[in-house]
């Protein structure tokens, strides 16, 4: 990098690797003038440092080195007329390095704040930055407390009249101070006092005083700056008024208070604030330090200064004589270091060297800091008890003036003095220099500050005894007093005196001494800043200015100096020791001098390239490089001789290695050929002997089966007999049980009967003492404070009650539900238990067998003993026989008791373990049953609120081909006059899923009249009405699939229980759906065949001009076929994936001892009469289980090898399904690859001709180069831009072509309207007269039929929807009129077997109510009316289709009136898919109604007067604007929502339908309550939850007035009563968390934590929530499962369900008013 060209990083780089080779401490001193740009490149220099080095620890010392600077900068630069960004303090920063040569830590010193920025700011100029960052972010919530404004606000940020810098944004300037102090561990309680105290500057400025004569002033009463002052300092306002209007005067023996007059009550408050100001200036840099601050040793530091440069104004003050006198000692350091010693180290070494002039400034540095120098002079007038600027300037006039060349009087003045410095003649006023060396601020108004209240700012005012270092006083100096104390301190007086005395210009005089040591001791860099021209204009460049500035500060001569000079300098040992690799062993000598002598004249032959001194060796410039070239070059051939020898012997010994193995291998393998033949030789001998053994083992297994299976008989018919005999003894047992248990229940009837005589007196009497004292209670209830007392807590423990008993009803239904289903599971497992119990009474029994054993024994003991006195010869014997025989049967019946006893033992343990299973099972399966439930639920309402979803941008795509439509219609059919009608037999509006027809046709204008419609019978809608049919039935079919998987699941489970009762049965059934699997998949073949049709015949039968691809309608149409073929694709893979599941399943439940299995007609009824409850889910079950019932009549049975035929045969599809799909993913994926391939190769070959450009332009020169890259730039612009030209010409013609087509068209709108009417209808526009029907016919004469002709259909539709007034038919006639006349007159066209008349009807009114809609579509009555009417229409054709469904709620009467002749189920789809767009305009509707009242009316309205009566700090006013302003109310929400519920009532909408809105207006509610809740701090208070209570419990209220609490609108609302409950309950203990936890399962985590940051209190008795209780919450909810998103959608709309409601009103009895105008039509 050091070769390149100048740049700061390579100064940096330098300094750098110097510090780590010679391990010296370096520097670098960055230079220039006022705005050259030395903050910038300090910066640049440190970012340097932080990146390379990185830090030694994890605490990342780098990036808070970093962050100092837009602190620093914030506090200490402000804008001047040189600079923008002027350093107004000076900085040396040591950056601390390890032995490894990385970042420590640093210290920062700094030099001469200019204080008097704070308080005054010339013209053009600006205060310090943080001043304008703090007014500029005033509005934050944060800040309000400090009471800020705009900048023109403030006396100190307004005097220079430019507050505002161009391209600067203050208030990001702020953000980024906050964010480095935070980084550099600065907290915000402490930030928030800093901000707090700058503040507190400001409005002192802002402080007036009033004279009251010539010796004394005042401060106004109540004045507002100063009592701001006050607060945000926490002083007392009296006493600060009084002393800065007074002063302390101390004596020998007394002290007397003075008033001052206003000038120096104005002069005193501006030192106060510079005093203040440069405090805390002081406190940001030790703490910064303290920070920076390492307590590993530090090995070696980089130092960086950043000082002021050279600054010359108009009017020049004691400031800037500081700063250019800084400048002349940097000059001086400079010189020293580049021509002083360099010359001086020449002539040291004896080189011959010609001397070489240059300026030295050291006469200049004489004058100021010399005896009796400027400085000496000034302090000894500040020593003056009357000394004063004038008397200064004449002691300067009088020692300096004619004896000092460098310094000089100004011709106009005596005030004044010229000094010439290195870098120009500086005129400085001499008004001021005695006050600000003196830094002079009042005793007592520092004592004032320091009882402050508020804790940082004491902190500020105490004395450092331990100077952090010598710059820490010199920064701003010390406050120097009026006077000392009367009394002085203990301690050290005298020493406390002295550093009184100190002034600024001494102390800055002795840290200017202390910096030029630390230079003088570290390796300098130096850098200088060059200003381009004087008026901070971008890319302006002045040539004479610069040469001054080079001129000035030494650069010309340094140049001079490196190129005469000897850059490179070495010792003869370091030389030695460094090249000797270059010099062979003769060439070395005892002595190094001549060594190095003898081998540079060999190395380089121009011996004016190098001097030899007395110790060193003298290189010019590049010599160097050159040496260490040679030095490389040598090494690298001795490393290449080394690498070949070595590699030689590591190959030689890999060959080796692998001849060795070659061999060792070859060896193996014959062996193993070998063996390998002895093997085969011994397998085939035992080949032989086990398939003898193999024959003989079959034989005799099969003997076995035999043997096995007669003894399993036997023992089958043993059993069967015992346990018929065991019956007969348990039921003689169970009758004395029974009779036991009557005779209990007998006598305790008689008891409770007695007792309840008792409880019933005791009740009566009770009550009438209860009465008593009720009415005790309610006169004392009368008295206000007994009602204040009940009143307290009444409101949230009434709501807690009602919650609780709504939750409790809850539970009560579901544990009843509970209940229900698993009596069913007991029952089975009672039944289980009673055979184990058979099973333990058998062994029972034979244990008592064994007892009579015994019996029979005795016996023949007894027989014994009469043999025994016949034969008395062997009595003896035969005595001591019986009796050892005896003993051993007692033992034996011992035995077998023990044996009963431990048998009884194990039945009660094991009854005892079958009652727990039983139990464990019933709530596996409750719990397991509930979840299979819920899941089923949420997979239904997935799938309705996307097919909803898809419905609605459906109709958004159909609105969108509408317009298009029109435009094409407008662009390509101009009609003629007299000629606008269409073809009759095929309308232009069919429904909406019959788009490819209504394509068609617009796109066969041109033509219509020539064409015949028969041949656009293939286009009809019949076809996509098929499509939809058959997506709907595979979506029922999935949906029972699914259902029969989860129930073969629960039968797996129960079959357990059922083995002994009935076998498996389910085979066939399984057979059955595996067949209409493939079905399906042969309809969805068909489908796709007959999309291709369709397409063809677009493309054959269309218009070119309109079906071309390009063309809109083309497009809509196609992505329209697309989509539904993808639609059927998704499902063919869910249906075979189902069918796979069913597979297995089949397989898992096969049952393995029957081998015949057949359908159970029974089981199966039972499990459909449970389903019944479940909607649409379980008719298609029925009507899949009545398919399947059929065909297993039919099927008769299966065996076995049948059943594992289907099971392979469905196993074999599935396989080859799913490598189809994995063949198509395959290639899919290789060519997603090929197009990456594609774009990579091309990448390539950019990057390859970039690159050849790049290597082309490098080797042009740098003028040519940068020629070269602009050329190329300005070819490609070029041509970006004419294509550019190019496409916005194409646009302008499109554009002008367009208007002219529209001026064209703009005359016939009114014809086209009439022409789009007309297309509304399929028949010709007859206008006839109405024909009012004056004599009804009497009802038994009526068939439920209206009559009309074909020609009146668009006066039925225009009369009866078009015109129609929602209004006075909701008020005046019937509810749903219009859908029964409508479905009256579909009647009588299916009467008639017209399909053209029944079509067209329809099409008509479907087409109709859109154009109502979206013509009247934001008026609330509209929508609810058609929506209504659409859904009694709906209602209507399921009524009357004659299915066995619908039918059995109709009456005999209605029966008859049921369609005989079409099937209008496509229709129902269409008018169904109308009435959920419909009702998603209604929610759209009713949400732009309750939008604005929600806010108002449940966050902001008070409906509980005085509760909220304590507003949060700060946020007052806004409430209060916004109470006063809010024009609704919970009352308006109400009423509203009552006009919604009465409209929906009027007009006969659905009860379910209209729980659905009230939900979806509920939710809606909920959700921007809830978000605008989680968006506004105002409002998350206690007061404010209980007022959301409150609001919440009216709503509930509401519900329960309309009956309506079951439609789910309460649970919509939980989130929201859960937010409230949230700022009411207490937050402090983990047990508070936990009950958090758990109560708010409504709320996600990050809601829950938003409310807890943004909860406010509004008195004294609340605490904000602590950061540890957030956390702690956080802990708690981090395993909790939700979604991130932070608000609620309050667009979410749920999806709608219609549930069949059938009509009791007979068609008969209905009349037509004479007010429709539908006198056309006559009762049939």
């Given at each position: ?39 910038v ?46 350093s107004r ?5 040591e ?31 600006r ?84 004279s ?59 030192a ?59 000059q ?12 001086e ?36 007038e ?55 060396n ?20 004491p902190?500020?005012?105490?004395d ?12 701003s ?6 006077r ?9 007086p ?6 009184h ?31 381009p021209?004087?008026f ?20 010309l ?22 090249y ?35 110790t ?20 690298r ?35 193993h ?55 007969k ?33 005791q009740?009566c009497f ?40 709504d939750?409790?009803?809850k ?46 024994l ?17 009595k ?16 034996l ?28 099972m019933t ?28 419905l609605?941008?459906f109709s ?9 439509k ?7 059919n ?19 899923y ?33 499509l ?77 001009e ?20 993808e ?14 599941q ?102 390539k ?86 024909r ?13 039929m ?28 019937i509810p ?22 029944v ?9 109709s ?10 008026d ?19 009524q ?12 005999s ?63 007052r ?17 109400l ?11 009027q ?5 379910e339908?209209?729980?659905?809105v ?24 206690w007061?404010?939850g ?26 919509t ?5 859960q ?49 540890s ?56």
């Amino acid at each position: 990098m050091g070769d390149m060209d100048p740049h700061i990083f390579a100064v940096a780089e330098e300094a750098y690797k110097q510090m780590a080779r010679d391990e010296r401490n370096q520097s670098i001193i960055v230079s220039g003038e006022s705005g050259a740009g030395k903050t910038v490149s300090a910066k640049y220099a440190m970012r340097y440092f932080a990146t390379v080095s990185g830090s030694a620890s994890e605490a990342n010392v780098e990036e808070k080195v970093l962050a100092s600077n837009p602190i620093m900068e914030s506090i200490g630069n402000a804008k001047t007329t040189r600079n923008d960004n002027s350093s107004r303090f000076g900085k040396y920063i040591e950056i601390g390095f390890d032995k490894r040569h990385r970042i420590i830590g640093a210290n920062m010193r700094t030099y001469l704040l200019e204080k008097s920025r704070v308080v005054f700011q010339a013209e053009e100029e600006r205060n310090y930055h943080i001043f304008y960052q703090l007014c500029a972010s005033a509005r934050l919530p944060e800040f309000k407390m400090l009471r800020l404004g705009d900048a023109n606000n403030f006396h100190y940020t307004k005097q220079g009249g430019s507050p505002v810098i161009e391209g600067v944004d203050d208030a990001k300037e702020m953000a980024q101070t906050r964010q480095a102090c935070t980084l550099l561990g600065i907290s915000e309680s402490y930030q928030m006092g800093i901000f707090r105290i700058l503040a507190g500057i400001l409005h002192l400025g802002n402080v007036g005083f009033m004279s009251r004569d010539s010796d004394s002033c005042t401060i106004p009463p109540k004045h507002e700056p100063l009592s701001i002052f006050c607060d945000l300092m926490a002083v007392d306002f009296e006493e600060m008024c009084h002393w800065l209007c007074h002063r302390k005067l101390a004596t020998a023996a007394e002290t007397y208070i003075k008033p001052i007059s206003k000038l120096q009550a104005t002069n005193a408050r501006d030192a106060l604030a510079k005093h203040i100001y440069a405090k805390l200036f002081n406190w940001i840099v030790d703490h910064v330090n303290q920070v920076l601050h390492s307590a590993v040793k530090q090995h070696s530091f980089i130092g960086v200064l950043d000082i002021y440069g050279f600054e010359t104004f108009e009017i020049n003050s004691f400031e800037q004589f500081c700063i250019n006198y800084a400048n002349e000692k940097l000059q001086q350091q400079f010189n020293m270091h580049v021509f002083k010693l360099e010359q001086e180290e020449y002539m040291k070494e004896q080189i011959p060297w010609t001397l070489i002039d240059f300026y030295d400034n050291q006469p200049c540095i004489n004058l100021i800091e010399s005896k009796l120098g400027i400085l000496d002079l000034l302090d000894e007038e500040c020593k003056m008890p009357k000394g004063t600027d004038d008397t200064w300037a004449q002691k300067l006039y009088n020692t300096h003036l004619n004896k000092c060349a460098l310094f000089e009087k100004p011709r106009l003045s005596n005030k004044a003095f010229i000094i010439q410095h290195f870098a120009d003649k500086v005129e400085y006023q001499c008004e001021g220099f005695l006050e600000k060396n003196k830094d002079t601020v009042f005793e007592e108004q520092i004592k004032v500050l320091k009882s402050s209240k508020f804790k940082m700012l004491p902190e500020l005012f105490q004395d450092d005894e331990k100077a952090i270092s010598p710059s820490s006083a010199a920064s701003s100096g010390r406050t120097l007093l009026t006077r000392t104390p009367a009394k002085p301190t203990k301690g050290r007086p005298g020493q406390a005196a002295k550093e009184h005395k100190k002034t600024v210009g001494h102390q800055f005089r002795n840290s200017l001494h202390l910096l030029m040591e630390t230079l003088n001791a570290t390796t300098p860099h130096y850098v200088r800043c060059i200003k381009p021209n004087d008026f901070k204009f971008p890319f302006t460049f002045d040539e004479k200015r610069a040469v001054q500035q080079l001129r000035a500060c030494g650069v010309l001569e340094t140049i001079r100096i490196s190129a005469a000079g000897f850059p490179s300098r070495w010792t003869y040992q370091e030389f030695f020791s460094r090249y000797r690799v270059l010099m062979k062993q003769k060439d070395v000598l005892s002595e190094r001098k001549q060594t190095c002598k003898n081998v540079l004249e060999k190395l380089i032959q121009d011996k004016d390239k190098y001097q030899f001194g007395k110790t060193k060796i003298f290189f010019r410039a590049g010599q160097v490089a050159y040496l260490e070239k040679l030095r490389a070059d040598k090494l690298r051939a001795a490393c290449i001789r080394i690498q070949k020898t070595i590699r030689g012997w590591l190959l030689r010994k890999k060959f080796l290695r692998m001849r060795k193995a070659a061999i060792t291998v070859q060896r193996y393998v014959r062996g193993h050929q070998a063996r390998c033949y002895a093997k085969f030789l011994r397998r085939t001998k035992a080949t032989t002997i086990i398939q003898k053994y193999w024959r003989m083992y079959v034989i005799r297994r099969r003997y076995k089966i035999w043997r096995t299976a007669t003894i399993v008989l036997q023992s089958y018919l043993r059993g069967y007999l015992a346990r018929n005999r065991y019956r007969k003894i348990l039921r003689e047992h169970k009758a004395v049980i029974i009779q036991k248990w009557v005779r209990g229940w007998l006598a305790r009837t008689y008891y409770k009967r007695s007792m309840h005589a008792i409880i019933y007196l005791q009740c009566c009497f009770r009550r009438m003492m209860a009465k008593r004292e009720l009415k005790k209670l309610k006169i004392e209830a009368r008295s206000v404070e007994r009602y204040k007392k009940l009143h307290i807590g009444m409101e949230n423990k009434i709501m807690q009650l009602q919650r609780k008993v709504d939750e409790q009803n809850k539970d009560y239904k579901c544990l009843m539900e509970k209940l229900t289903s698993l009596e069913g599971i007991y029952n089975s497992e009672t039944e289980k238990l009673r055979s184990d119990l058979e099973r333990l009474q058998l062994s029972e029994e034979e244990a008592k067998i064994a007892t009579g054993r015994v019996l029979s024994l005795q016996e023949e003991i007894a027989k014994l003993r009469k043999d025994l006195e016949q034969t008395q010869c062997e009595k003896k014997s035969i005595e001591e026989c019986a009796d050892r025989y005896k003993q051993e049967t007692e033992q034996l019946v011992s035995n077998l008791k023990e044996e009963n006893t431990l048998l009884k033992q194990e039945k009660e343990a094991l009854n005892h373990l079958i009652v727990e299973q039983a139990k464990e099972m019933t709530e596996t399966m409750e719990k397991k049953l509930i979840e299979e439930t819920k899941q089923l639920e949420l997979d239904l309402n997935d799938e309705r609120l996307r097919y909803q979803n898809l419905l609605n941008e459906f109709s958004r795509l159909e609105e969108r081909y509408d317009d298009l439509k029109e435009e094409m219609t407008l662009m390509v059919n101009v009609p003629k006059p007299g000629h606008k009608r269409t073809d009759s037999t095929h309308s232009s509006n069919e429904s909406e899923y019959t788009f490819s027809s209504e394509i068609a046709e617009t796109e066969d204008i041109p033509s219509r009249t020539e064409e015949p419609s028969e041949k656009k019978v293939p286009l009809d809608m019949s076809l996509f009405l098929k499509l939809q049919k058959r997506v709907t039935e595979l979506e029922q079919e999935k949906q029972v699939m699914q259902d029969e998987l989860d129930r073969k699941e629960e039968q797996v489970l129960r079959s357990k229980a059922k083995e002994e009762e009935r076998p498996q049965i389910r085979g066939a059934e399984l057979e059955y759906e595996s067949l209409k699997r493939q079905e399906l998949e042969s309809e969805n073949k068909k489908l796709k065949n007959e999309l291709n049709e369709l397409r063809k015949a677009l493309s054959e039968k269309s218009a070119p001009e309109v079906t071309a691809p390009g063309a809109p309608a083309y497009r809509v149409l196609m992505e329209q076929l697309t989509s539904v073929s993808e639609e059927l694709d998704v499902r063919k893979e869910e249906v075979l994936i189902l069918r796979s599941q069913l597979v297995s399943q089949k397989e898992a439940i096969q049952p393995k001892d029957d081998k015949n299995t057949m359908t159970d007609s029974t089981i199966l009824l039972e499990d459909v009469q449970k389903m019944k409850d479940k909607g649409e889910i379980a008719q298609a079950y029925i009507g899949l289980k009545e398919t399947n019932r059929s065909s297993a009549m039919d099927g008769h049975e299966l065996n076995e090898d049948g059943e594992l035929l289907l099971v392979y045969e469905g196993l074999k599809q599935a396989n080859r399904l799913l490598e189809s799909q994995l063949q198509s993913q395959k290639r899919s994926h290789e060519n997603e690859a090929e197009a990456l391939r594609g774009e990579i190769q091309s990448l390539k070959e950019e990057n390859n001709r970039q690159q050849q450009l790049l290597a082309q332009n490098l080797q042009l020169p740098p003028e040519a180069r940068i020629e070269a890259s602009l050329q190329h730039e300005i070819t490609r612009l070029t041509n970006e831009n004419l294509d550019l030209m190019e496409q916005l010409e194409k646009q302008d013609k499109t554009v002008r072509k367009l208007k002219k087509q529209l001026k064209v068209f703009a005359k016939k709108i009114g014809e086209l309207e009439v022409g789009q009417m007309e297309n509304i209808s399929p028949g010709q526009i007859i206008d006839e007269p109405i024909r009012p029907v004056n004599i009804p016919r009497k009802e038994k004469d009526f068939q439920g039929m209206l009559e009309y002709k074909k020609e009146d259909e668009q006066k039925l539709v225009k009369n009866l929807i078009l015109e129609l007034k929602p209004r006075g038919v909701a008020v005046n006639l019937i509810p749903g009129l219009p859908a029964y006349i409508l479905f009256m007159c579909v009647r009588h066209a299916d009467y008639l077997n017209d399909d053209q008349k029944v079509r067209s009807l329809l099409t008509s009114t479907i087409n109709s109510i859109k154009k109502v809609l979206k013509k009247r579509g934001d008026d609330f009555e509209t929508v609810s009316f058609w929506l209504s009417n659409t859904c009694r229409f709906l209602h209507c054709l399921k009524q009357y289709s004659g299915e066995e469904g619908f039918m059995k709620h109709n009456t005999s009467r209605q029966n008859e009136h049921c369609l005989t002749n079409f099937d209008l189920a496509e229709y129902r789809q269409v008018l169904s898919d109308l009435a959920i767009q419909i009702y998603q305009q209604l929610v759209r509707v009713l949400e732009n109604i309750l939008q604005p009242m929600i806010v108002s009316g449940m966050l902001e309205h008070e409906t509980i007067q005085g509760v909220s009566g304590v507003k949060p700090t700060g946020l007052r006013k806004r409430t209060s604007s916004i109470a006063d302003e809010g024009t609704y109310t919970l009352d308006s929400i109400l009423r509203q929502l009552n006009s919604f519920h009465s409209v929906m009532c009027q007009h006969g909408m659905d009860p379910e339908l209209i729980k659905q809105v009230v939900k979806q207006m509920f939710y809606i509610v909920g959700a921007v309550t809830l978000n605008n809740l989680l968006l506004r701090k105002d409002m998350c208070s206690w007061s404010k939850g209980m007022q959301i209570r409150y609001n919440v419990s009216q709503l509930e209220e509401w519900l329960r007035d309309k009956n309506l609490m079951n439609s789910g609108a309460k649970e919509t609302l939980e989130p929201l009563i859960q937010a409230a409950q949230l700022l009411q309950v207490k937050k402090k203990t983990d047990d508070d968390a936990e009950a958090i936890c758990s109560m708010c399962n409504a709320l996600t985590t990050a809601q829950i934590v938003k409310v807890l940051n943004l909860y406010t209190p509004v008195n004294e008795f609340e605490e904000r929530v602590s950061v540890s209780f957030i956390r702690t919450i956080q802990m708690r909810l981090r395993d909790r499962k939700d979604s991130p998103q932070l608000l609620m959608d309050a667009k979410h709309i749920f999806p709608v369900t219609f549930p069949f409601n059938p009509s009791s009103l007979a068609l008969e009895t209905i009349q037509i008013p004479a007010s429709l105008g539908l006198g056309f039509i006559s009762r049939v």
